[in-house]
């Protein structure tokens, strides 16, 4: 098994449309984050959950809904998102985040999503 | 000013050439930094971590200054498959922070 998994790996949605992005890790891991990459645009992180718990959420819009069921899944829920949310939105995982001193993270091939 | 910046690129260099890359960031407190690697439409996976020592991993060398504020990377003999983009990364406050990449072109 791949460490961290995302699904779908493509998704096209209109602006009215409800979806939901996966990602799980097989890597026993205790911290999961969900970044989005746009073009020409740093890793933007969105949400950060440390053992179930949001520990972080970086001013996203409420349109982005996340979801940890348990430290092994993530998700991300979507509904009325516009145009400019169009991105590559990547989860990772960590052992554990740790004030400011973070371990490695290890990324999931991330969702391709087009909203139309 | 950005919390971590770098060169965009791209670098373009032919095989065997030493390419180096910087990076600065302004949170004076970050305690850790990394160099991660970007495939074409693929997921960033960590190239190594940059100690303050500095720190070698075969034909890749990563120094950290403190006083400045910026980290390099170092890359010996460039490969083919060396070309990708390469993010600077920083703790922030309580997160990491990425940097924009810099695109590396690795040419015959």
């Known amino acids: 098994e791949t460490g961290v998994t995302q699904t779908p790996r493509h998704l096209v949605m209109g602006m009215t449309n409800k979806k939901s992005l996966k990602c799980e890790q097989h890597l026993g891991h205790n911290a999961m984050y969900w970044y989005k990459q746009s073009a020409k645009k740093p890793l933007e992180l969105m949400f950060v959950?440390?053992?179930?718990?949001?520990?972080e959420n970086n001013s996203v819009p409420s349109r982005f809904s996340p979801e940890c069921p348990n430290s092994s899944h993530l998700f991300l829920h979507l509904h009325t998102l516009q145009p400019e949310d169009s991105a590559l939105y990547l989860c990772a995982s960590s052992p554990r985040t740790s004030g400011s001193s973070y371990n490695e993270q290890f990324f999931g091939p991330g969702t391709r999503l087009t909203v139309l | 000013r950005k919390e971590v910046e770098q060169d965009p690129g791209p670098f373009n260099v032919p095989e065997g050439a030493t390419v180096a890359f910087n990076c600065t960031y302004s949170?004076?407190?970050?305690?850790?930094f990394f160099w991660y690697r970007q495939d074409c439409r693929k997921e960033p996976k960590l190239l190594m971590s940059v100690y303050s020592s500095g720190n070698e991993d075969g034909r890749f060398t990563a120094q950290l200054n403190r006083a400045s504020q910026y980290i390099s990377l170092l890359i010996r003999d460039s490969k083919l498959s060396d070309s990708a983009t390469y993010l600077c990364?920083?703790?922030?406050?309580?997160?990491?922070?990425f940097g924009t990449g810099t695109r590396l072109l690795v040419s015959p």
């Open positions: 949170n004076s407190a970050s305690q850790s």
């Open positions: 959950y440390n053992f179930k718990e949001q520990t």
């Open positions: 990364v920083v703790t922030g406050f309580q997160k990491l922070v």
